[in-house]
């Protein structure tokens, strides 16, 4: 296993196309996280899975933001009717969850550009 | 709601130079705190996780402490070197969550 893996690198599309990104975690991983980052800030949280269980979706940047993690194993994050605002760096990462938390692995992300 | 806040929000240092990056956290009920680092567009890389009974983590050049009751870690680099140049993160995991909290990072240039 060569780590949490994330496909594609980069993406660029028009305003109000849809866009899917997949994120491959470390496979013994239980806990999935999605995370935005803009430039100049840090990591934003966006949702995370427990095996196929979304525990937190809340933070979800609109309604135009979803999450799928089937069967526990990969995760994809779609944007609807993507906006110029919505360019940014989209990370994923991937832990073991065990009493005290574990490290997290994160991906090389996904470089959203929306033109 | 934890908040996470990292000083100085940059550093330029000559080759060689003893380093020390701070991370203040506003919720002491932590679970661990993890620094990471990240080169211009990538993604991010663990250096090292401290758990919530422990005080220090060392990795090669790198030390980490932590002390939760006046939530602050800070992450020392010994003899700085230019490939040490890039942002360094901390995230902390808050009790109950699980969700790691980032700080907005210090971006690091060390010159030869």
């Known amino acids: 296993d060569t780590g949490v893996s994330q496909n594609p690198r980069h993406k660029i599309t028009k305003r109000g196309q849809n866009v899917t990104f997949r994120c491959d975690p470390i496979s013994e991983h239980n806990r999935l996280y999605w995370y935005r980052q803009t430039l100049g800030q840090g990591p934003e949280f966006l949702t995370y899975f427990q095996n196929e269980a979304q525990l937190e979706k809340s933070r979800l940047l609109s309604d135009r933001f979803s999450a799928e993690r089937p069967k526990g194993s990969f995760s994809t994050l779609e944007i609807q009717r993507t906006e110029q605002g919505d360019s940014a760096m989209y990370l994923c990462?991937?832990?073991?969850?065990?009493?005290?938390?574990?490290?997290?692995?994160f991906g090389q992300g996904t470089r959203l550009t929306v033109v | 709601k934890q908040e996470v806040t990292q000083i100085p929000a940059a550093l330029s240092v000559p080759e060689g130079e003893n380093l020390v990056l701070n991370c203040s956290f506003t919720?002491?009920?932590?679970?661990?705190l993890q620094w990471f680092r990240q080169d211009p567009g990538k993604g991010l890389t663990s250096l090292l996780l401290?758990?919530?009974?422990?005080r220090e983590q060392t990795s090669g050049r790198l030390n980490a402490s932590l002390d939760k009751s006046s939530g602050r870690s800070t992450l020392y680099i010994a003899a700085s070197q230019p490939g040490d140049s890039a942002t360094y993160l901390c995230?902390?995991?808050?009790?109950?969550?699980?969700?790691?909290?980032f700080g907005r990072g210090t971006s690091l240039i060390v010159h030869p």
């Open positions: 401290i758990q919530s009974s422990q």
């Open positions: 995230a902390v995991e808050s009790g109950g969550s699980y969700i790691p909290t």
């Open positions: 919720d002491s009920a932590i679970y661990n």
């Open positions: 990462a991937s832990s073991l969850r065990s009493q005290g938390g574990t490290e997290a692995f």
